[in-house]
Nanobody, 119 residues
């Protein structure tokens, strides 16, 4: 059974930090590129950050460059999103996504974790 379980969300003040985790199970983690998406109320889901299956390349949305860092630990089947200098516009539900590198139509989503940046 495939599972992606996000954790680490919560309420944080502007300028604060959070670290999200996504624990994967039920598939061969190191065959999947991993990404974090977010969805704010009333907006479409958007890509925040992505990392290759080997962890040797990353990319970021312009809005988070220099503030967020995506990483993965293939031994622990976990992907992380370190979020620093958080802004109110970073508020939303953050989702973990896994895409099979040999067939991108095979992909999985987590259930999401809420991040709220507010004073």
């Amino acid at each position: 059974q495939v599972q992606l379980v996000e954790s680490g969300g919560g309420l944080v003040q502007p300028g604060g930090s959070l670290r999200l985790s996504c624990a994967a199970s039920g598939f061969t983690f190191n065959n999947y590129a991993m990404s974090w998406y977010r969805q704010a109320p009333g907006k479409e889901r958007e890509l925040v950050a992505a990392i290759t299956s080997a962890g040797d390349s990353t990319n970021y949305a312009d809005s988070v460059k220099g503030r967020f860092t995506i990483s993965r630990d293939n031994a622990k089947n976990t992907v992380y999103l370190q979020m620093n200098s958080l802004k109110p516009e970073d508020t939303g539900v953050y989702y973990c996504n896994a895409v099979y590198v040999w067939r991108p139509t095979i992909n999985y989503w987590g259930q999401g974790t809420q991040v709220t940046v507010s004073s």
